[in-house]
């Protein structure tokens, strides 16, 4: 890796932005769609700004929380595009404050799933059918959920990313190009 070049005037040396940070050009865009899948996030939402006790409600919504992920997921896609300056402490930034929804949206996803089931519903259809159909249900109580564990991958791989924007900035404000 080059040494950062310094700007005049600018204050902060200029460092390329790390492959791993490029490269989350198609992990914003999948964690973007799967949140939208999973929460059925609309293609518009309203924020209610009429007060500042306004947000309370909305703040325990896990489909208004996968969509303020999802805005940071859009500008986190941006800042991956080669060519779009931003700072290291940006990055780090937006990451972060994706971190808690991101780690929560599984367990969230779950939560909301069964609380939508028509339990009686699905077990009239149990009764009638003799069980689940084959492959409905997993063999075992700690199987793991593709569909979560491939999300997993892709937070891991935003961690990865930030990691190597503090290696690449030496730990300092840097600009990324």
């Given amino acids: 890796m080059s040494p950062p070049e310094e700007h005049e005037g600018e204050g902060a040396a200029t460092v390329p932005k790390p492959d791993e940070l490029l490269a989350l050009h198609g992990v914003t865009s999948e964690m973007f769609a799967t949140l939208r899948r999973w929460f059925d996030v609309p293609s518009e939402i309203t ?5 500042v006790d306004s947000a309370v409600a909305e703040l325990g919504d896990p489909m208004l929380i996968a969509a303020m992920a999802m805005r940071k997921l859009q500008a986190l896609h941006l800042l991956a595009t080669p060519g779009v300056r931003t700072t290291t402490d940006v990055v780090v930034t937006i990451v972060q404050d994706l971190q808690r929804a ?9 939560k909301l799933a069964a ?20 492959g409905d249900a997993p063999a075992a109580a700690d199987d793991i959920d593709p569909d979560i564990e491939r999300f997993r991958v892709l937070h891991a791989l935003l961690v990865a990313a930030v990691e190597a924007v503090l290696r690449a900035s030496e730990g300092e404000i840097r600009y990324l190009v």
């Fill in 47 to 51: 924020l209610d700004l009429r007060e």
């Fill in 102 to 110: 991101l780690l929560q949206a599984p367990a969230m996803r779950l």
């Fill in 115 to 134: 609380r939508n089931t028509d339990w009686d519903a699905e077990l009239a259809g149990l009764e009638e059918t003799g069980g689940p159909a084959q």
